[in-house]
């Protein structure tokens, strides 16, 4: 065991607990990974793939009786911090920051099967086609926050930084105009839920570079805030702003220079 001791140590900067012994005892993740199994200095290393439950039986028998132990990983670097529509990712760090954990549609009701661990989500990005609910404790308790689109700083949220034990990501319904930071939709979306106009987002200003439109709508989007400035009109989705420009009450680039935006009932603009 002390060789295990010796691995736990050098790497204790760097892993994170997934489940517990007992209740909440499945480590989720995805491919092969070393798991540490114990609970002070006195740990069982094994390698597991796809995930383990974290009891005794797993880990050759028990490295430390009389004690409540868990298990620990190496948590996946954040290769790609981007969600596709129907994610979520969590982030270690305030904005989007450390290890991350992509979630699909489903529920998550603990860090082992959320594959992360318990009380350490910072921040948060949003795919356009989902919403995602975090929540204090196991099984959506404790107090929830729903999301629908990024947070780069959680402590100033009702559902506080380092305090998610569970989560749901759910699909949403579809906006009639959706203004998102990243081409191809990704990065998070700025929404219109009806027909109108408004400013956009907190945290979205100057930051837009593509568009969705809902069938039988399209939208007018502002260089600067109260529907001021140059001006276009979109009445399909478009991909990606690069090389865009405003066309009408004057030009200029249009991406990431948008402040305000409308919605309208009908393919062209017009109210």
Not at 74 to 90: A, K, M, R
Not at 191 to 196: C, E, H, Q
Not at 234 to 261: K, M, P, R, W, Y
Request: charged share 20%; hydrophobic share 25%; proline share 4%.
């Amino acid at each position: 065991m002390e060789e295990a001791v010796a691995m736990l140590q050098a790497f204790q900067e760097d892993i994170h607990q997934c489940a517990v012994e007992g209740s909440s005892n499945w480590c989720n993740f995805s491919g092969t990974k070393s798991v540490y199994y114990g609970a002070n200095s006195c740990y069982a290393i094994e390698q597991k793939s796809n995930g383990v439950e974290c009891i005794n039986e797993n880990f050759g028998g028990d490295p430390l009786p009389g004690v409540q132990k868990a298990c620990y990983i190496q948590p996946d670097s954040c290769s790609n911090p981007n969600p596709s529509s129907n994610e979520i990712v969590l982030f270690e760090n305030n904005d989007y920051g450390g290890a991350c954990k992509h979630l699909g549609i489903g529920e998550y009701p603990n860090p082992g099967s959320l594959g992360f661990t318990n009380d350490s989500v910072s921040s948060i990005k949003v795919g356009s086609e989902v919403k995602g609910t975090l929540c204090k404790d196991d099984n959506f308790s404790g107090g929830c926050e729903e999301f629908t689109g990024d947070d780069s700083n959680l402590s100033d949220n009702s559902i506080g930084d380092n305090q998610v034990s569970s989560a749901k990501v759910e699909s949403r319904p579809g906006y009639p105009v959706t203004l998102y930071k990243d081409p191809n939709y990704a990065g998070g979306g700025c929404a219109i839920i009806g027909a109108g106009w408004t400013n956009i987002c907190d945290g979205y200003n100057d930051t837009a570079s593509s568009i969705k439109i809902q069938s039988g709508w399209s939208g007018r989007v502002w260089e600067h805030g109260n529907r001021e400035g140059a001006s276009r009109c979109f009445t399909s989705d478009v991909s990606d702003f690069s090389g865009l420009q405003f066309n009408e009450n004057g030009s200029g680039n249009l991406n990431d220079a948008i402040s305000s935006f409308a919605a309208y009932q009908q393919s062209n603009c017009h109210l």
